[in-house]
């Protein structure tokens, strides 16, 4: 009896765990690999719109992987909102939440490289932080390329 509650308990998890990875919303099933590209989206990004066409994105169970969304390569304007949680007072659960509404931003996509867009901390000098504890620092939507740090767009939120 243990034996089937752990193998139950076992594909439960699996299945959970499969869940949390990354969504699809293809915005065209007839692009080829070498003319589309898939982004990643945080969570705590809500597109709303993707060239001026409204979009409801498929989001991941729970809230938790990314928002992948595969659009065409070239040019693409978003907008959307922005609700991230800057931080949490350990001792009250008091949480800080920077919101933005109607959020614009363009970027000019590239086929074969991966993208993540999402909002982190960036610098006097306009660089991503490697943390989020610093003088200076503002909360910025980014667009990484091949990497969490490697930023090639970035937006400061109030900017």
């Known amino acids: 009896m243990k034996k089937v509650s752990l193998i139950v308990v076992f594909i439960a998890l699996a299945c959970f765990l499969l869940s949390c990875g990354t969504t699809k919303n293809v915005f065209d099933e007839t692009l080829t ?58 001792l009250t659960g008091q949480k800080h939440i920077i919101r933005a509404r109607d959020f614009e931003f363009s970027f000019k996509f590239e086929p074969g490289k991966d993208y993540l867009i999402r909002c982190w901390y960036t610098d006097e000098d306009g660089k991503v932080a490697v943390s989020n504890v610093g003088r200076g620092l503002r909360m910025s939507l980014i667009i990484c390329e091949d990497g969490f740090y490697n930023a090639v767009y970035i937006k400061r939120l109030g900017s």
């Open 33 to 90: 690999e070498e003319k589309a590209v898939t982004i990643k989206i945080d969570p705590s990004i809500k597109m709303k719109s993707y060239n001026g066409i409204d979009i409801k994105l498929k989001e991941p169970f729970l809230g938790m992987g990314y928002i992948g969304y595969t659009i065409p390569v070239g040019n693409a304007s978003f907008v959307a909102d922005l609700e991230i949680v800057a931080s949490t007072n350990a």
